[in-house]
């Protein structure tokens, strides 16, 4: 990857970059209703890495969605950098397990849809693209359409699309679900060098613990009936991270733990 244009977001270090609390959130469905979530409280600071993990039905999307601005809480506080989150934003890009990517436009077009809403001019348009298509390795493929590429591909391009928008918080939902096992651990890797590079802040949704522990500042674990955090970890690990380390597979044994001890009949990955 080039290193010649450093991705700078302003410096609003004091503020969280997300904060969450006393979140609740009821759905109604016919003449019932879900509490998905209650009582969330949680912080996270600008150029974090924080993956939510738990159980099916925990309410990760929910919250993910809260965050996104897709969903609104029934009860609680939801704020980035201290303004209340009231709908959705391109600072807060998300990316989910299907993609979402726009089949009739090219790679570097999906890229740099979000600017070309914004009618810059055709020529700062087209750095744009070409930079957040040459950071997930796509160069050579800018012309081709979604459906010429592998599923690793089109998620490197959904993962382009939203930093190329000027995302500050990357919200990501399961998003190498999909894929088989050698792609998502490239892509893990390609990822964490993004996040190094932009300083953007994630918060990823996944269901697998070793994934949690190879990508995370901290691993916040969620239970369900009703949604809400049961443990938050700070992982001291280095990076990188060896998968093979004997430290690595202590923090994974302490992870699955909580959950199964929250969840004795559901299986965590
Ligand atoms: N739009 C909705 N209408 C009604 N109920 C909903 C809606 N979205 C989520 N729920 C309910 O809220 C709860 C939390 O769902 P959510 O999808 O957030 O969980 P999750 O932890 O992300 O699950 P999974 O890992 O399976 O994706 C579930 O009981 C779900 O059925």
């Not at 964490?192 to 949690?212: D, G, N, Q, S």
Request: net charge neutral; glycine share 8%.
């Amino acid at each position: 990857m080039s290193e010649s244009k450093p991705v700078v977001y302003a410096d609003r270090q004091p503020l969280p970059a997300i904060e969450i609390k006393n979140v609740g959130k009821v759905f109604s469905v016919g003449n019932q209703t879900v509490q998905a979530l209650r009582d969330v409280n949680l912080t996270i600071k600008k150029g974090e890495f924080v993956c939510l993990i738990g159980a099916s039905g925990c309410g990760k999307s929910t919250l993910l969605r809260i965050m996104a601005g897709f969903e609104k809480a029934t009860s609680g506080i939801v704020n980035m950098y201290g303004m209340p989150i009231d709908g959705p934003s391109p600072e807060r890009g998300m990316v989910f397990q299907d993609y979402g990517l726009f089949p009739w436009l090219t790679v570097k077009e999906n890229i740099g849809f979000g600017q070309r809403q914004r009618n810059l001019p055709k020529a700062k348009l087209e750095e744009i693209s070409a930079y957040y298509t040459e950071m997930v390795g796509l160069t050579k493929f800018a012309d081709y359409y979604p459906g010429q590429l592998s599923g690793g591909m089109k998620q490197r391009v959904s993962i382009a699309r939203v930093l190329a928008n000027d995302c500050e918080v990357l919200l990501m939902d399961e998003p190498f679900g999909a894929l088989d096992a050698l792609t998502r651990e490239k892509l893990q890797q390609d990822l964490l060098e993004i996040w190094e590079r932009t300083k953007v802040t994630i918060v990823f949704v996944t269901h697998a613990v070793e994934e949690a522990v190879m990508l995370s500042d901290r691993v916040v674990v969620m239970t369900a009936g009703p949604g809400r955090i049961e443990e938050d970890i700070k992982l001291e690990l280095e990076r990188p991270r060896d998968i093979t380390a004997i430290e690595f597979n202590q923090v994974r044994r302490d992870i699955t733990q909580y959950m199964t001890s929250h969840v004795s009949t559901k299986a965590v990955a």
